[in-house]
C-alpha cells in the first residue's frame, strides 16, 4: 500500500534523532527532540488549490526541514508518515 498524496500535500518520513550529545552522552528516548528533518517520499501535483495556483518545489528523495508542528501523523503497515502542506516546509537540505 502506497500512499499519493493531493493537492499541495507532501508525504514525509522523520530522519532518526540523534542519539548522543555533542559531548557524548547518550539520551534516553523521552529527551529526544521531535526532529524537524525528514525525506519527501511522495509529492502531490500542486495546480489550483483554494483559489491559488500552486507550483510544487520539492520532489521525492529530498531531505527537508519542516515547521515544528505541522502535518498530520499517518501511520501504515507499521511506518509512521506525516502528511504536511508544501508551505510548512521550510527548507530543502542540500
Not at 17 to 40: D, F, H, N, R, Y
Not at 46 to 53: A, E, I, R, T
Not at 71 to 81: I, P, R
Request: aromatic fraction near 4%; hydrophobic fraction near 40%; glycine fraction near 10%.
Amino acid at each position: 500500500m502506497s500512499i499519493k498524496p493531493l493537492g499541495d500535500r507532501v508525504v514525509i518520513k522523520n530522519m532518526e534523532a540523534e542519539e548522543t550529545t555533542k559531548g557524548g552522552i547518550l539520551l534516553t528516548s523521552a529527551a529526544k527532540e521531535k526532529p524537524q528533518m525528514a525525506e519527501v517520499l511522495a509529492v502531490g501535483p500542486g495546480g489550483n488549490v483554494d483559489g491559488k495556483d500552486v507550483t510544487m518545489y520539492v520532489s521525492a528523495g529530498q531531505k527537508v526541514i519542516y515547521s515544528k508542528y505541522a502535518g498530520t501523523e499517518v501511520k501504515l503497515d507499521g511506518e509512521t508518515y506525516i502528511i504536511v502542506r508544501q508551505s510548512d516546509i521550510l527548507a530543502v537540505v542540500e
